[in-house]
């Protein structure tokens, strides 16, 4: 009688050990003992090599985001869109430089590539009556994902906002190309938007529009100082079109 409950305990215990092993298997699985074909292990695997393709995917796609802001094309070469034999190779390096840098550490890849921009200057520096005139401070917001190569260079969205020492305020929105010289970048914008005097100009319309140009300089990693001159008017399509220059100092970071 002992023998006998000794090998029902026994028999319990493997059926259950293999219970636990094969928690994702089907019943008939589970009774003759082994996976089959399209079974539930079988699709499990398969989720498996689908997850892993997908943050191979994931991983290549993001090395080719951080090498995307190198611009190795000739003008020939822009106006054709397409890489022609003897380029520079530069963003080529870039990639393989970064599946190298990935595969030592795979968490450095993982990057918004936001740029977030601070500025202070001067509102209205022509300002031909001189009661006009007052400082204004801003900020400004791009995502470097969204670049886009075109026959004007590589452009991307841009949004952003201010406010005068006379508490008028400008919301823009609009687009912004980057021309790259070594360190220095070029990188005129147009972006329209909503004024609201509060006490300072009156610009004639809530709607204005705000043409700027921009030089920058890379002086540490992921960061650039720049100086930039704009001018905004409503294209007299308000009461009146006074207009307006300014001219800011700008610190980006890179996020």
């Known amino acids: 009688m002992k023998k006998i409950i000794s090998l029902a305990i026994l028999f319990l215990l493997l059926g259950a050990q293999n219970l636990v092993s094969a928690e994702n298997r089907s019943l008939l699985e589970k009774i003759l003992n082994r996976d089959l074909p399209g079974g539930a292990a079988s699709k499990a695997k398969k989720n498996k090599i689908k997850e892993l393709k997908k943050e191979k995917e994931k ?16 003008l020939l070469e822009k106006v054709i869109r397409r890489d022609l034999p003897g380029g520079s190779g530069k963003k080529k390096e870039c990639i393989r430089s970064a599946k190298k840098r990935q595969k030592k550490d795979p968490s450095y890849l993982n990057i918004t590539d936001t740029d977030v921009s601070l500025y202070t200057g001067t509102f209205d520096v022509i300002d031909k009556e001189g009661d006009d005139q007052t400082s204004l401070l801003g900020i400004e917001h791009k995502n470097s ?20 020492g006379d508490s008028s305020f400008y919301l823009y929105s609009g687009i912004e190309a980057q021309y790259d ?14 004024y609201e005097k509060g006490d300072g100009k009156d610009l004639g319309s809530a709607l204005e529009f705000k043409s700027e140009i921009k030089i920058g300089f890379d002086i540490f990693e992921n960061s650039k100082l720049g100086y930039s001159y704009s001018h905004i008017s409503n294209n007299d399509w308000g009461d009146t079109n006074p207009g307006t220059d300014n001219q800011q100092i700008t610190f980006t970071k890179n996020f």
């Open 59 to 74: 991983s290549t796609q993001e090395v080719y985001i951080e090498c995307e802001h190198i611009d190795d094309k000739s």
């Open 145 to 164: 994902n969204l670049f886009r190569d075109t026959l004007f260079g590589r452009v991307k969205p841009v949004s952003g906002a201010f406010v005068t």
């Open 181 to 194: 010289i070594g360190p220095v970048k070029i990188l005129p914008s147009f972006t329209p938007g909503y």
